[in-house]
């Protein structure tokens, strides 16, 4: 069964600093993709990045990088030089290519300290 | 450019009541879903639709009913609210898969209340 792990409930990180969120996912899928959302605290839903199992490269979008290791099941993102517009919490998400459900990590919410 | 349109953005209930959450998508996107956000739980999947005319459960169903009779409307139903289900409500759409298009569009989400 899918299942995603987001171990980090709360991150605290300095201006400018990188800091790392931490995901891990089951699946028996050979075939997934996974994601990032962004929640500010507006409330809404903001896709960050997109990394495919397959893929031989790890995704980046601007200052989000993808730290994809498949056989550690884990897909971090990484936040480069933090903004105090990053404070927000962070889901990590996977869809298996085989099955039509997106399911969430349980997020985590990081603090941007000026 | 309107995207996920979900309605209303709050609503008190009493226990025991019914009431529709709607949720409508003008992108033409095949997959839709609903999910609920309780805190320190992430968002929990609840039905999901891969067409009009199919839908399928997810992780949290009961208590809930949904339809999709078009591409463009999939809502949800409580059938008799309980306090359990206070939350935060989600509608999102995306595509079938296809790397970062299977990326799921959400709406304003619905924060709803049962006393």
């Known amino acids: 069964a899918q299942k995603i792990t987001q171990t980090q409930p709360g991150m605290f990180v300095q201006e400018k600093e990188a800091v790392t969120l931490d995901c891990t996912y089951d699946t028996s899928d050979p075939s997934y993709g996974l994601f990032w959302y962004k929640q500010p605290s507006s409330g809404e839903m903001i896709f960050l990045i997109y990394?495919?199992?397959?893929?031989?490269q790890n995704a980046t979008e601007g200052r989000y990088s993808l730290n994809f290791q498949k056989a550690r099941k884990s897909a971090n993102l990484v936040i480069s030089a933090s903004q105090l517009g990053d404070s927000a919490m962070y889901f990590c998400a996977m869809r298996e290519v085989g099955g039509f459900k997106t399911i969430f990590g349980a997020g985590t919410r990081l603090f941007v300290k000026a | 450019n309107a995207g996920v349109t979900q309605t209303p953005k709050f609503q008190v209930l009493k226990t025991g009541q019914s009431m529709t959450l709607q949720c409508a998508q003008d992108?033409?996107?095949?997959?839709m879903s609903w999910y609920r956000q309780d805190p320190g739980m992430g968002l929990r999947l609840i039905h999901y639709s891969v067409g009009a005319g199919i839908t399928d459960q997810g992780e949290v169903p009961n208590g809930y009913n949904v339809s999709r009779s078009t591409t463009e409307d999939f809502p949800l139903r409580l059938l008799s609210a309980a306090p359990s289900q206070t939350s935060v409500y989600f509608c999102?759409?995306?595509?079938?898969?296809?790397?970062?298009?299977?990326?799921?569009?959400f709406g304003q989400g619905t924060r709803l209340t049962v006393v």
């Open positions: 990394q495919g199992s397959y893929d031989q």
């Open positions: 992108m033409n996107h095949e997959y």
């Open positions: 999102a759409s995306s595509y079938s898969f296809g790397g970062d298009r299977g990326a799921a569009f």
